[in-house]
Antibody, heavy 123, light 111 residues
Framework: EMQLVESGGGLVQPGRSLRLSCAVSGFTFDDYGMHWVRQVPGKGLEWVASISWNSGSVAYADSVKGRFTISRDNAKNSLYLQMNTLRGEDTALYHC?????????????????WGQGTTVTVS | QSVLTQPPSASGTPGQRVSISCSGSSSNVGSNSVNWYQQLPGTAPKLLIYGDDQRPSGVPGRFSGSKSGTSASLAISGLQSNDEADYYCAAWDDSLNGLYVFGTGTKVTVL
């Protein structure tokens, strides 16, 4: 069974940093692109960042560009999100998600496996 | 603020067909394929449609996607009580540095 388990969330003061992790199992991690998506409770989904299978391509939402860094360690089957200079508006449930392809964008793409998320509260 | 616009709500009785629209622009829906996600209460989203009209393995045929120009639609036929959920369209956007955008979301209620 494909599984994604996020960790690293918590309560943090504005301006501080936090690193989220996503442990992957049940599929060949380095075959697929990966994403971070966040959701404020009761609100819609917001894409945060994406990374290709070999870390050769990354992309960020304008709202986090320059503050967040997505990375992956294929040897450890893990995805990360380094979040710096956190703001109140970064408060959300953060999900990691697997793409159906090795990268993102392209002719076909989509997030077909999701973790349950880890909560980040900036206050 | 999302660039993909969906109606906030839709509803139908069991067995009916419900359709949800997703309005975008030439830089997203008009030039890239559309995804649809279902989010049941308290759960993570689930991919329903990719490539405008393709269903991942395990997604019932009651769910179908279509696209015309800068608008896309998700249709749910044979509506069931367990279809009550939030539905989001999404697409890659080619503007600026490229980004993935979700729609505003539609709450489907089964009456």
């Amino acid at each position: 069974e494909m599984q994604l388990v996020e960790s690293g969330g918590g309560l943090v003061q504005p301006g501080r940093s936090l690193r989220l992790s996503c442990a992957v199992s049940g599929f060949t991690f380095d075959d697929y692109g990966m994403h971070w998506v966040r959701q404020v409770p009761g609100k819609g989904l917001e894409w945060v960042a994406s990374i290709s299978w070999n870390s050769g391509s990354v992309a960020y939402a304008d709202s986090v560009k320059g503050r967040f860094t997505i990375s992956r360690d294929n040897a450890k089957n893990s995805l990360y999100l380094q979040m710096n200079t956190l703001r109140g508006e970064d408060t959300a449930l953060y999900h990691c998600a697997k793409d159906i392809t090795a990268t993102f964008g392209g002719a076909e793409y989509g997030m077909d496996v999701w973790g349950q998320g880890t909560t980040v509260t900036v206050s | 603020q999302s660039v993909l616009t969906q109606p906030p709500s839709a509803s139908g009785t069991p067995g009916q067909r419900v359709s949800i629209s997703c309005s975008g622009s030439s830089s997203n829906v008009g030039s890239n394929s559309v995804n649809w996600y279902q989010q049941l209460p308290g759960t993570a989203p689930k991919l329903l449609i990719y490539g405008d009209d393709q269903r991942p393995s395990g997604v019932p045929g009651r769910f179908s996607g279509s696209k015309s120009g800068t608008s896309a639609s998700l249709a749910i036929s044979g509506l069931q009580s367990n279809d009550e959920a939030d539905y989001y369209c999404a697409a890659w956007d080619d503007s600026l540095n490229g980004l993935y955008v979700f729609g505003t979301g539609t709450k489907v209620t089964v009456l």
